[in-house]
């Protein structure tokens, strides 16, 4: 192969939208990873299980898109999307969920994602958000359109995202900690997760319930899924 040749292999491979994909469920990601690398501008770097493997490989290829499932354990699709915006202002992040309701809608939008799309839509709702979707201008399947607008984002297939503070006042290790936390993770356990001492991940947890008031973990549980960190359908 000539040198020539080599060089217009790669600039061509430039050009396409490269992307990773995670999800919790396996068939998923690998069905929606089928799907886009039957695309010929589109590029699938790769599919993984959670969403801190997401976040390294994500540090390390940088990729236009992030496809990124809402109801993962360990660290949910919105915490997933503030980090990547922290480690790759470049990369877009589009969420892919069974979830519509108000809540989800509310905290994954103030997240700064490219789009929302619901697993149930059409497939070129998925292909559309990764062409047109961005942080500004936000690509919603026809089923949470109406859902933002009540929400107070304008209504449209593409929408001007409306900036908010979050709700929650812990820090994002303190958010990760806590959501560990009510899925029911001893203080050993999240040290081990999350590569820490046990007694810093005590620490977290002692903070964590001074700075929310809560002290007893059925409140915890209740807070963290009132502000759509967790759903009470995955403990």
């Given at each position: 192969?000539?040198?020539?040749?080599?060089?217009?292999?790669?600039?061509?491979?430039?050009?396409?939208?490269?992307?990773?994909?995670?999800?919790?469920?396996?068939?998923?990601?690998?069905?929606?990873?089928?799907?886009?690398?039957?695309?010929?501008?589109?590029?699938?770097?790769?599919?993984?299980?959670?969403?801190?493997?997401?976040?390294?490989?994500?540090?390390?290829?940088?990729?236009?898109?992030?496809?990124?499932?809402?109801?993962?354990?360990?660290?949910?699709?919105?915490?997933?999307?503030?980090?990547?915006?922290?480690?790759?202002?470049?990369?877009?992040?589009?969420?892919?969920?069974?979830?519509?309701?108000?809540?989800?809608?509310?905290?994954?939008?103030?997240?700064?994602?490219?789009?929302?799309?619901?697993?149930?839509?059409?497939?070129?709702?998925?292909?559309?958000?990764?062409?047109?979707?961005?942080?500004?201008?936000?690509?919603?399947?026809?089923?949470?359109?109406?859902?933002?607008?009540?929400?107070?984002?304008?209504?449209?297939?593409?929408?001007?995202?409306?900036?908010?503070?979050?709700?929650?006042?812990?820090?994002?290790?303190?958010?990760?900690?806590?959501?560990?936390?009510?899925?029911?993770?001893?203080?050993?356990?999240i040290a081990s997760m999350l590569g820490i001492t046990e007694a810093t991940a005590k620490d977290h947890r002692k903070h964590i319930k001074e700075k929310l008031g809560i002290r007893d973990l059925p409140t915890l549980t209740r807070y963290a899924i009132g502000i759509g960190m967790i759903r009470a359908d995955m403990l």
């Amino acid at each position: 192969m000539s040198l020539w040749h080599k060089i217009s292999r790669n600039k061509l491979a430039s050009m396409k939208t490269t992307i990773l994909i995670a999800d919790d469920h396996v068939l998923v990601s690998k069905s929606v990873s089928a799907l886009l690398r039957s695309i010929p501008d589109f590029h699938v770097l790769g599919e993984c299980n959670n969403g801190r493997d997401l976040i390294k490989l994500v540090a390390q290829y940088q990729p236009n898109v992030a496809i990124v499932d809402l109801g993962m354990p360990g660290l949910n699709g919105v915490e997933v999307a503030r980090r990547v915006r922290e480690i790759s202002r470049s990369t877009r992040v589009i969420i892919l969920t069974g979830y519509s309701d108000q809540a989800s809608v509310e905290q994954t939008l103030e997240a700064g994602v490219a789009g929302y799309i619901v697993k149930s839509g059409a497939t070129t709702d998925l292909i559309r958000a990764i062409r047109e979707g961005t942080p500004k201008r936000v690509y919603l399947s026809t089923e949470v359109a109406a859902i933002a607008e009540r929400a107070g984002f304008r209504s449209s297939r593409r929408t001007a995202r409306r900036g908010r503070v979050s709700r929650c006042p812990l820090s994002p290790r303190e958010r990760e900690v806590l959501q560990l936390i009510v899925e029911g993770n001893s203080n050993k356990r999240i040290a081990s997760m999350l590569g820490i001492t046990e007694a810093t991940a005590k620490d977290h947890r002692k903070h964590i319930k001074e700075k929310l008031g809560i002290r007893d973990l059925p409140t915890l549980t209740r807070y963290a899924i009132g502000i759509g960190m967790i759903r009470a359908d995955m403990l």
